[in-house]
């Protein structure tokens, strides 16, 4: 039987909102309100489940009085975004999941849209659907990007891919290129809502992604099985970016790099892999510390030195998470 929604009116598909809580504050309040105030015509929202991973702050102070279904899940350490995920969706009941980011904010058809589009025969083939992100002014946020690929990462590290972004491509994607959105090889994990049939034949969420490229690693396995990724922006949301973490600037540079490695060793070559360690350890590092010296940045500097002496640590093997919590 299908859950009782708490708008019984709604009939349709159901629907499970899946986020994960690190000291969001304000932030995951504003989040979980706009879920309340955007339109459910057409589908049952199931629950909303919040897994919290450790916060110290006041975030989940009075979520579940808001008028919005909320299952709270606390966990007394960081597990990490990807294991919280998956532990988040042991609670859900829905035929769709929305991995939400607590720094986003829904507006009234951010919901209502991506599940009638993905409901339409025609779009069977389709596993995870994003919308178009805005940012403070109302401008295009980051929304998609290509799978990464050394050449990428080689063309991001050098300033290449500003000098031959043909050669050099991008991994985002900007507003010009997903202007018409359409099919694309992933959406950013702010919002990204996915069938849970796929999610279960994935088995979820790699979990030895503490953070960072779990979404890419998604959803490259997912059109490895034939389905698709799809930005729709016919519906729109906003989302802050960067929201939980900028004040642990150097932990997120470890976990964005150490993540990266993670991604190469497991879909790359082996030459491409290589290339891939000698781009990230050696060629990145100089041109950060160089910016960093240029531009007279001491906290440009903390941030690389930090997040790099991590990643150093956790390669030679002190430290076998770094993971923050």
Not at 84 to 103: E, H, I, M, S, V
Not at 210 to 233: I, P
Not at 256 to 272: E, I, N, P, T, W
């Amino acid at each position: 039987m299908k859950p009782t929604s708490w708008k019984t009116k709604n009939r349709g598909k159901v629907i499970s909102i899946i986020i994960v809580n690190w000291n969001a504050g304000q932030q995951l309040r504003d989040c979980i309100s706009s879920i309340g105030r955007a339109s459910h015509d057409g589908f049952i929202l199931s629950e909303v489940v919040v897994v919290d991973n450790g916060s110290k702050d006041d975030s989940l102070d009075g979520i579940e009085k808001m008028g919005v279904p909320v299952t709270v899940v606390r966990n007394s350490i960081n597990r990490g975004f990807a294991a919280a995920c998956n532990q988040g969706t042991t609670r859900a009941k829905g035929d769709y999941l929305l991995f939400l980011n607590p720094d986003t904010v829904l507006f009234e058809d951010s919901l209502t849209r991506p599940i009638e589009f993905m409901e339409r025969k025609d779009n069977a083939s389709i596993g995870i659907c994003g919308i178009k992100l805005l940012d403070e002014q109302g401008s295009y946020s980051t929304s998609c990007a290509r799978f990464p690929s050394a050449r990428i990462f080689l063309g991001a590290a050098t300033g290449l891919s500003k000098l031959f972004p043909r050669v050099f491509p991008r991994h985002l994607m900007s507003g010009i290129e997903c202007k018409n959105g359409g099919v694309v090889d992933q959406v950013i994990g702010a919002f990204f809502l996915v069938r849970a049939e796929l999610f279960n034949k994935l088995n979820g969420f790699d979990e030895r992604f503490f953070v960072y490229f779990e979404e890419v690693d998604f959803s490259l396995r997912a059109k490895r099985l034939g389905y698709s990724s799809y930005l729709l922006t016919g519906a729109t949301a906003f989302h802050k970016g960067g929201g939980c973490t900028d004040a642990v600037k150097a932990a997120r540079l470890f976990y964005s790099l150490r993540s990266r490695l993670q991604y190469g060793k497991k879909h790359f070559s082996a030459a491409d892999n290589i290339g891939l360690i000698i781009t990230t350890i050696f060629v990145e590092f100089g041109t950060r510390v160089s910016v960093a010296v240029l531009a007279l940045s001491s906290s440009q500097m903390r941030e690389t030195l930090g997040g790099y002496g991590k990643l150093f640590g956790y390669l030679m093997g002190r430290g076998k998470n770094g993971n923050q919590g």
